[in-house]
Each structure stands twice: as structure tokens, then as C-alpha cells.
């Protein structure tokens, strides 16, 4: 099983200093449903005055494993 995992990611320099901004939006059955989303908050405050670029999907595997590795070395 897959689920799909919304985010809006963007960069926002604050006296020459660069962040990465990063809103999880929700998880989702499909794909499709993330796209549903993005139609609607790219209207709302704080995500409208960016690209639609920024909104990116996460295609996850339920069950499996994704940073173990990294903490164990």
C-alpha cells in the first residue's frame, strides 16, 4: 500500500541567510487527492505568493523503512 505525502517547500532569505521553509500539508490515499489539494491552499495566504512549483508530492511505501540506516552507523 502507498500513501502520498503534501508538502510546500520554499526558500526565504532573512538578512542573507537562506531557509528552507517546509509545511506538511497531510498524507493521502492517492496522488490524485494531493493534486485536489494543491487547487485550493495555492489560493490561501502563505502559499499563493509562491510557485505551484513549491507544492511537492512524496510517493511513501506503508511498512517500510526509510531512515533507519542513517541513524545506525
Do not use: N
Request: proline share 1%; aromatic share 20%.
Amino acid at each position: 500500500m502507498k500513501i502520498y505525502a503534501l508538502y510546500h517547500i520554499y526558500e526565504e532569505t532573512v538578512d542573507e541567510t537562506v531557509y528552507k521553509q517546509i509545511k506538511r500539508i497531510g498524507y493521502f490515499e492517492t496522488k490524485g487527492e494531493c493534486e485536489d489539494i494543491i487547487k485550493v491552499f495555492k489560493t490561501y495566504v502563505g502559499f499563493r505568493d509562491h510557485p505551484e512549483s513549491c507544492f511537492q508530492i512524496f510517493e511513501y511505501e506503508v511498512g517500510r523503512e526509510y531512515w533507519r540506516k542513517e541513524f545506525l552507523s
